[in-house]
């Protein structure tokens, strides 16, 4: 008696509730000031950018001034960044510097966005 009590109440509640407050389609409400890629892109780029600041341009600052990634020219690098991390594993080195599984698959994910809107180069 008193679950069903309970039910009604609830009932009503949720009832008088979802007439003040009617449900929006957020997709169909849905106006972007940009284009969703474009919120991707950049999403991506910036989670890639700060892999590459924690994780490599902490040694690149020392030893190879010439490969600090920056924001602007961190997609010409893409390639080489490619090659030593994914195919011949060189990068980074360290242990403190090893990748976690997030920041791998962030990076891959980077890595293959750049690739596709240059069409593989």
Not at 25 to 39: A, F, T
Not at 82 to 102: A, C, D, H, N, W
Request: with cysteine; glycine share 4%.
């Amino acid at each position: 008696m008193m679950i069903t009590l309970v039910k009604i109440i609830l009932g009503i509640t949720l009832s008088f509730w979802s007439v003040q407050n009617p449900k929006r389609d957020l997709v169909q409400n849905y106006v972007p000031s940009e284009p969703m890629y474009m919120i991707l892109q950049d999403s991506t780029q910036q989670r890639a950018f700060g892999i590459l600041a924690n994780k490599c341009n902490v040694c690149h600052a020392q030893r190879n001034r010439g490969r600090v990634f920056t924001e602007e020219n961190m997609n010409s690098w893409t390639n080489d960044i490619y090659q030593q991390v994914f195919i011949e594993k060189r990068m980074p080195k360290g242990k403190k510097t090893k990748l976690t599984s997030q920041e791998y698959q962030d990076l891959l994910t980077w890595v293959s966005y750049t690739k596709t809107q240059n069409n593989g180069i």
